[in-house]
């Protein structure tokens, strides 16, 4: 069965370094999306990618994170300078098409920033 | 800006016996609602889902209950399983026609299923 994946399962980083999350989502899909879930919160929408470009972002978004397909398979999201607040599970979910079809989520990045 | 709330951070209850889980949302513009269980270390499964001009899916022992009215949905799990044990979240989606199709979760419950 399909599935998105995601690398590494845990990073642990400094405060103030760069980090890149990446994912492969399921091969066939156009949407992407990353969410995150600070420990004993709920999942949050971080941001939104349709045809190669940003369709929508939340306000946790801001200029330190960004996102990339670079190529085909690969959706990468990148924090400039971590800060200890940065530290929480990240998923990454892509969906096939438009409409009411469920997104499906990898099994998520800890990132720990100390 | 809590739009979609799961006001029970917990529930337990005996294997074979009905699990009801509970959401609530507050914008009357969601049309999509799905259900997704998450285990610990790992991403959210996908369940079950409703569209807003439905107020019933099934799927085996899982089915979804939606009260536009009342802005309120349920998931109903019988008979319950000690392997359906894990967190559920209730997530809806603003606007399916967009190219976002992102969706807004609630905190969570955490269903116990005893033997």
């Known amino acids: 069965e399909p599935e998105v994946t995601q690398t590494p399962s845990h990073q642990v980083t400094q405060m103030g370094q760069e980090v890149i999350l990446r994912c492969v989502p399921i091969?066939?899909?156009?949407?992407f999306y990353w969410y995150r879930q600070i420990l004993g919160q709920k999942v949050e929408f971080l941001v939104s990618?349709?045809?190669?470009?940003?369709?929508?972002k939340s306000e946790i978004f801001d200029d330190q994170f960004s996102v990339e397909r670079p190529d085909g398979s690969n959706f990468t999201l990148k924090i400039r300078s971590t800060k200890l607040e940065d530290s929480a599970m990240y998923f990454c979910?892509?969906?096939?098409?438009?409409?009411?079809?469920?997104?499906?989520f990898g099994q998520g990045t800890r990132l720990t920033v100390v | 800006d809590q739009q979609v709330k799961q006001n029970s951070p917990s529930l337990s209850v005996q294997e074979g016996r009905i699990s009801i889980l509970n959401c609530d949302y507050t914008?009357?513009?969601?049309?999509?609602f799905l259900w997704y269980k998450k285990y610990p270390a790992e991403g959210p499964t996908f369940l079950i889902s409703?569209?807003?001009?439905?107020d019933k899916n099934e799927d085996g022992r899982f089915t979804v209950f939606l009260n536009k009215s009342a802005k309120h949905l349920s998931l109903h799990i019988v008979p319950s399983q000690p392997g359906d044990s894990a967190v559920y979240f209730c997530a809806a989606s603003p606007d399916t026609t967009s190219n976002t199709g992102k969706l807004i979760f609630g905190q969570g419950t955490t269903l116990q299923v005893k033997p």
């Open positions: 091969s066939n899909h156009l949407y």
């Open positions: 990618f349709y045809n190669n470009e940003i369709s929508e």
């Open positions: 409703i569209s807003s001009i439905k």
């Open positions: 914008n009357s513009m969601f049309d999509y």
């Open positions: 979910a892509s969906r096939a098409r438009k409409g009411n079809t469920e997104a499906f």
